[in-house]
């Protein structure tokens, strides 16, 4: 069974589209992450939603909408896409512990990745 | 500024060999770090987790380090194989995050 998935795998579209890419998980995990890979395969935080609230939102511009409609999904959407979009968008989910101020999570489980190219 | 080095972006050695990789941070103070595998076309995929009051843990060929004075991890393979070849992330979570914050990463190339 596939833990994290996501769909699509591969996107390409052009600049000035608007397009999403939808995550689940099936963890029973409270925290889903959006993560943006660049060419240079360096992973870098955008979003994260813990019980379906916002939580991390990193300096990202606001073209990018993140959703999540319940704990098992977080969808993104991306509207006027530009050339810099192109990258691998992993989706991850993992299980915060402790309360409060002390939470703090352990391994988080990645998704396949979708490559997104903007022509 | 707060930065995560790994020590190389390409590391190649012969089977066999014992693999050494290292995370170096600066202007962290992490509550934990961690190494994750990743593999052509695949998302990263969790190893090992150490804590910053721990020294060492072992999970079969797999070992990690983490010295908070020298502000550094090294990750070892042991016995490496050709199927170990991949690139190896690390990554540190900061008593105050609640974020993984991931280096650049090594590739490693075990030679048969």
């Known amino acids: 069974d596939t833990a994290v998935s996501q769909t699509p795998k591969y996107l390409v579209t052009q600049m000035g589209n608007d397009k999403s890419i939808k995550c689940e998980q099936n963890?029973?995990?409270?925290?889903m992450y959006w993560y943006k890979q660049d060419s240079k395969k360096f992973l870098k935080i955008m979003f994260s939603?813990?019980?379906?609230?916002?939580?991390i939102n990193e300096t990202v511009p606001n073209r990018f909408s993140p959703k999540s409609p319940d704990k098992a999904h977080l969808n993104l959407h991306i509207n006027s896409l530009e050339l810099g979009d192109s990258a691998v968008y992993f989706c991850?989910?993992?299980?915060?512990?402790?309360?409060?101020?002390?939470?703090?999570?352990?391994?988080?489980?990645f998704g396949p990745g979708t490559r997104l190219t903007v022509t | 500024s707060q930065k995560i080095e790994q020590n190389s972006e390409a590391l190649n050695i012969q089977e066999g060999k014992t693999a050494t990789l290292t995370c170096n941070y600066t202007?962290?103070?992490?509550?934990?770090l961690q190494w994750y595998r990743q593999d052509p076309g695949r998302g990263p995929v969790f190893l090992l987790l150490?804590?910053?009051?721990?020294k060492e843990k072992r999970k079969e060929r797999l070992k990690v380090t983490f010295d908070t004075t020298l502000k550094q991890s090294l990750f070892h393979i042991t016995a490496s194989q050709p199927a170990d070849s991949a690139t190896y992330l690390c990554?540190?979570?900061?008593?105050?995050?609640?974020?993984?914050?991931f280096g650049s990463g090594t590739q490693l190339t075990v030679l048969p």
């Open positions: 991850a989910s993992s299980q915060f512990l402790g309360t409060g101020l002390t939470k703090y999570s352990y391994e988080q489980y």
């Open positions: 963890l029973g995990h409270d925290t």
């Open positions: 939603y813990n019980n379906k609230e916002l939580i």
């Open positions: 202007n962290y103070s992490p509550a934990y």
């Open positions: 150490i804590r910053e009051n721990e």
């Open positions: 990554a540190l979570v900061s008593g105050s995050a609640r974020q993984l914050t």
